[in-house]
Nanobody
Framework: QVQLVESGGGLVQAGGSLRLSCAASGSIFSINTMGWYRQASGKQREMVAEIRRTGATNYAGSVKGRFTISRDSANRWANLQMDSLKPENTAVYYC?????????????WGQGTQVTVSS
């Protein structure tokens, strides 16, 4: 089991920055990919950024060049630096971690942190 706790959300004006942090505990040695997802009101949850154990990253097209994901090699944390924020970035942001078992990928989720960007 992996437990994830997010922090760092809040209210910011358009053009501002926020840094989200995700602290992982439990069976963290088994984590492969860590990532950040978001869900805006009335919309489906979508991937924002992910980073593999190798350090390879993947970003949603809408945040590329503005958001940066990072993690430590011991799988204890994953951060999302968000710059040049826009009102459309308003959403609940969730930390995600993936492990594997005999049946395939096992995802874990944090409780979410609200990010609100005012115009």
């Amino acid at each position: 089991q992996v437990q994830l706790v997010e922090s760092g959300g809040g209210l910011v004006q358009a053009g501002g920055s926020l840094r989200l942090s995700c602290a992982a505990s439990g069976s963290i040695f088994s984590i492969n990919t860590m990532g950040w997802y978001r869900q805006a009101s009335g919309k489906q949850r979508e991937m924002v950024a992910e980073i593999r154990r190798t350090g390879a990253t993947n970003y949603a097209g809408s945040v590329k060049g503005r958001f940066t994901i990072s993690r430590d090699s011991a799988n204890r944390w994953a951060n999302l630096q968000m710059d040049s924020l826009k009102p459309e970035n308003t959403a609940v942001y969730y930390c995600n971690a993936e492990t594997f078992d005999a049946n395939g990928v096992v995802p874990y989720w944090g409780q979410g942190t609200q990010v609100t960007v005012s115009s």
